[in-house]
């Protein structure tokens, strides 16, 4: 599976973007998709998920009421809506799916457990 981040951009506090992952690879629908972001200075880390399954949904508590992670597999695409956003928010963000390959869900969400990270997409917010 291959992933393409995009959709991000600048945005002044309060504001809202649409980030899309695009993925090549008829599995796609078959994999758990998780997005992940990254500070100047800081260490990656799990903003949120969507599982294979299509059952579940699990966000970082930073975001969680904000962000908003949806998938169309018909267009091998997943989506994150980012609203209310805020100056901390501004980071590289990645999209990622769990190095254990198809039909994986699992509630470790750290870096480790995902690979073919995607290239990521910068979100800026001004105060």
């Known amino acids: 599976v291959q992933l393409q981040a995009s959709g991000g951009g600048l945005v002044q506090a309060g504001g809202s973007l649409r980030l899309s992952c695009g993925a090549s690879?008829?599995?796609?629908?078959?994999?758990?998709v998780a997005w992940f972001r990254q500070a100047p200075g800081k260490e990656r880390e799990f903003v949120a998920d969507y599982s294979y399954s299509g059952r579940w949904t699990y966000y970082a508590d930073s975001v969680k009421g904000r962000f908003t992670i949806s998938r169309d597999n018909a267009k091998n695409t997943v989506y994150l809506q980012l609203d209310s956003l805020k100056p901390e928010d501004t980071a590289v963000y990645y999209c990622?799916?769990?190095?254990?390959?198809?039909?994986?869900?699992?509630?470790?969400?750290?870096?480790?457990?995902?690979?073919?990270w995607g290239q990521g997409t910068l979100v800026t917010v001004s105060s």
């Open positions: 990622a799916v769990p190095e254990k390959g198809p039909y994986y869900y699992s509630d470790s969400r750290a870096p480790r457990d995902f690979a073919y």
């Open positions: 690879g008829r599995t796609f629908s078959s994999y758990t």
